[in-house]
């Protein structure tokens, strides 16, 4: 019975440490992305009429 716990355990843990990593990286990735599209509104400002 001990054993089965365990195993659940392990799939438990695995399952969040593979949800993290892709957390993390997703959200990096949106970061930049953010990033780069805020420069170039700065870069482009200029060329903007209201």
């Known amino acids: 019975m ?3 716990v365990y195993k ?3 799939g438990a843990g695995t ?5 993290g990593v892709i957390t ?3 959200g990096a990735a949106t970061g ?10 700065i870069a ?3 060329r903007i009429l209201f």
């Open 15 to 19: 399952t969040n440490i593979v949800l």
């Open 32 to 41: 930049i992305l953010l990033i780069i599209a805020g420069a170039k509104l």
């Open 44 to 46: 482009g400002k200029s």
């Open 2 to 4: 001990e054993e089965k």
């Open 24 to 26: 993390l990286v997703v």
């Open 8 to 10: 659940v355990m392990k």
